[in-house]
T-cell receptor, first 111, second 114 residues
């Protein structure tokens, strides 16, 4: 399984765009990149998944460069309610695929 | 659709006692996961089921932890005997199948071992 590296913590202010980058240098050809969000006292929640280039949904955008050795989760115009821990997962999600979480990035949004 | 249900929400036990957690996944989800999350850390995968078969239990401390998923639906995770370091939140999650990265998590059971 590819190892992921993320910043331990980030601070932001309401209304700003937040970009969280995840490094995964030994990502395999068949691996996908998935991001989860976790609020205090709750289980993680799926945000977005991608393989290459850019993926966008109602919550976030995911940017993946051509070499796929990193990915960036972009949260537009954050609010206080976006304060959470964000996890980057990399893995081959087919037969035998597993969801392995790392340390995550603790995002704190201030007023 | 109903989410992943877990019970109990909280449990306090003394060390060396036993405890069991229950999980009811989303209907139709073939894959079920149990995670242990210690305060300040990411969830650690303990065991993964595909229907009623074990896909991975490499991180499960088998001398004290056991899990089963009879009939491929509900699952129970047991700890016997508990140690102080087992204090954590135990999360259950399910997904449609192994190839699906979108897993749905329950609210977890917070275990305190004193």
């Amino acid at each position: 399984l590819a190892k992921t590296t993320q910043p331990i913590s980030m601070d932001s202010y309401e209304g700003q765009e937040v970009n969280i980058t995840c490094s995964h240098n030994n990502i395999a050809t068949n691996d996908y990149i998935t991001w989860y969000q976790q609020f205090p006292s709750q289980g993680p929640r799926f945000i977005i998944q991608g393989y290459k280039t850019k993926v966008t949904n109602e919550v976030a955008s995911l940017f993946i460069p051509a070499d796929r050795k990193s990915s960036t989760l972009s949260l537009p115009r954050v609010s206080l309610s976006d304060t959470a821990v964000y996890y980057c997962l990399v893995g081959r999600y087919n037969q035998g695929g597993k969801l392995i979480f790392g340390q995550g990035t603790e995002l704190s949004v201030k007023p | 659709e109903a989410g992943v249900a877990q019970s109990p929400r909280y449990k306090i036990i003394e060390k060396r006692q036993s405890v069991a957690f229950w999980c009811n996944p989303i209907s139709g989800h073939a894959t079920l996961y149990w995670y242990q999350q210690i305060l300040g850390q990411g969830p650690k995968l303990l065991i993964q089921f595909q229907n009623n078969g074990v896909v991975d239990d490499s991180q499960l401390p088998k001398d004290r932890f056991s899990a089963e998923r009879l009939k491929g639906v509900d699952s129970t995770l047991k700890i016997q005997p508990a140690k102080l370091e087992d204090s954590a939140v135990y999360l259950c999650a399910s997904s449609r199948d192994q190839g699906n990265t979108e897993a749905f998590f329950g609210q977890g059971t917070r275990l305190t071992v004193v």
